[in-house]
């Protein structure tokens, strides 16, 4: 079911993006990205099992022949499944459950991004994104669902490559690797989530 969400949103964002192909190929200043996310959580021992259930999405401008602005979005699930344990909620309450636990995150903002060759078959990159984020982190068993939600601060630096079959042909695969953090402040059950930093890569088309 999962699959089936996240490669139908994919489709009806390239539908809705398609129209803008020519445009984009006639006038070298748009471009955007559609790409496959895998990403992995780090410093927490919540959900901090890489996964690849995540899709991310940019496009801008070049205000000038190597520096673009834009937009950016993405949306990430990281989960974990925790055997049976007793957890001690408050000094006389106590649960013995397991847990499938889950971080759901939709970080968004705007970029600014410098590509060192234009033109080119290869066009490396370094973009600095900057935005919010929403984090969703749950814990859920046979007959319970505990959930906390929150908005941060996000900044996301980005290093990436656009590779082209040739330089008048601006459809192409788009490669990157990113370093994420948010500010978001979450508490789900016994755990406690201040701050979260991720790493991961994008795998997708350019245009």
């Known amino acids: ?5 996240i490669l139908g949103i994919a489709l009806l964002l390239c539908a809705a993006i398609m129209p803008s192909t020519t445009q984009a190929q006639l006038y070298k ?22 996964s690849g259930w995540g899709m991310n999405f940019e496009g801008g401008t070049y205000i000038a022949s190597k520096l673009a602005v834009g937009l950016y ?12 344990q ?3 909620l408050s000094p006389s309450s106590h649960l013995y459950t397991d847990q499938i636990q889950s971080i759901f995150q939709i970080p ?11 033109d080119s078959m290869f066009e ?13 982190m749950s814990s859920s068993n046979n007959v319970m669902d505990f959930y906390t939600e929150s908005w941060g601060f996000n ?3 980005e290093v990436g490559v656009s ?12 490669l990157a690797l990113y370093y994420s953090y948010s500010t978001n402040q979450n508490q789900c059950l016994t755990y406690n989530l201040n701050g979260l930093s991720n790493i991961g890569f994008n795998l997708g088309i350019t245009f």
Request: charge should be positive; proline fraction near 7%.
């Open 1 to 5: 079911m999962k699959v089936t969400k």
């Open 29 to 50: 200043s748009t471009y955007f990205n559609v790409d496959w996310q895998f990403n992995a959580p780090l410093c927490t021992d919540f959900a901090n099992v890489p």
């Open 73 to 84: 979005g993405s949306f990430h699930t990281n989960n974990k499944y925790i055997e049976p």
């Open 86 to 88: 007793v957890l001690q």
């Open 108 to 118: 968004f903002g705007a970029l600014l991004k410098y590509r060192f060759i234009e």
């Open 124 to 136: 490396p990159y370094v973009t600095a994104k900057l935005g919010t984020n929403f984090i969703r």
């Open 155 to 157: 900044v996301q630096p």
């Open 163 to 174: 590779i082209f079959p040739s330089s008048s042909n601006r459809t192409g695969i788009h």
